[in-house]
């Protein structure tokens, strides 16, 4: 990740310490700031200190619940709130969303399933891993995550929101190699049941439009077998 995702600022709040400390490892190895507490008067605490830019909060706790620990929080300011619960009954989860939560998961969890919706929340909330690292330019190309405009030697590019993210996806990371499973959890989001050549589809669609060539890629190059890449190329801002 992009040194500046250090400054997205995660609360994890579970009275579970090894689902705390699986979430959290998870979150530090993709490069988020996470802080965590055991049950509800700490996590207030931390709330404060911390000021965490989203919140991964368990429904059941000691002492303050979840439901009352997210009231309050969003009491104080807006915040998204991801909430863990052992119940998945329609009740328990509209107690949550009526109580504040942006989302929900159902224990247990894969903790790639949570990362991506982790990132799909921050990117609906407008919180992006580049905020703040100013544009990405690479050899002509030029990603703006805050306006949300591409250009291509001076050209404008009109790309599509699912464009835009799997361009953004790509070329933060210059010589990374993403599987299609990893591009559609972190472009199209959590549990995607459809076919993954839709990756391929939306590729192709973006080539055209960047005017790159797939048999002699300027930008995006195709790892047979795996997925994709940006190539590294001249990069002129450091990823």
Do not use: C
């Amino acid at each position: 990740m992009a040194e500046t995702q250090e400054q997205i600022r995660i609360l994890v709040v579970d009275d579970d310490d090894n689902v705390r400390f699986l979430v959290s490892a998870y979150l530090e190895r993709e490069g988020y700031l996470v802080a965590s507490a055991a049950d509800g008067t700490e996590a207030l605490r931390q709330f404060a200190a911390f000021q965490p830019q989203i919140l991964i909060l368990d429904l059941m706790l000691p002492g303050i619940g979840g439901l009352e620990v997210a009231k309050k929080v969003r009491a104080s300011r807006e915040i998204p709130i991801l909430m863990l619960t052992a119940r998945g009954e329609e009740e328990d989860v509209l107690a949550g969303f009526d109580a504040g939560a942006d989302d929900y998961l159902t224990k247990p969890f894969s903790p790639k399933v949570l990362v991506a919706r982790v990132e799909a929340i921050l990117r609906r909330v407008g919180v992006t891993p580049e905020d703040g690292d100013g544009p990405i330019v690479h050899d002509g190309l030029v990603l703006d995550a805050r306006s949300r405009e591409v250009t291509v030697d001076g050209r404008p590019v009109e790309l599509t929101t699912l464009e835009f993210d799997l361009l953004q996806v790509l070329a933060a990371h210059p010589g990374w190699v993403y599987s299609r499973e990893q591009l559609l959890e972190r472009v199209w989001g959590y549990d995607y049941l459809g076919d993954s050549r839709v990756v391929d589809v939306h590729v192709a669609n973006l080539r055209k439009k960047i005017g790159d060539d797939s048999s002699s890629p300027r930008f995006i190059a195709t790892i047979r077998g795996v997925g994709y890449k940006f190539r590294k190329g001249d990069s002129e801002s450091p990823r």
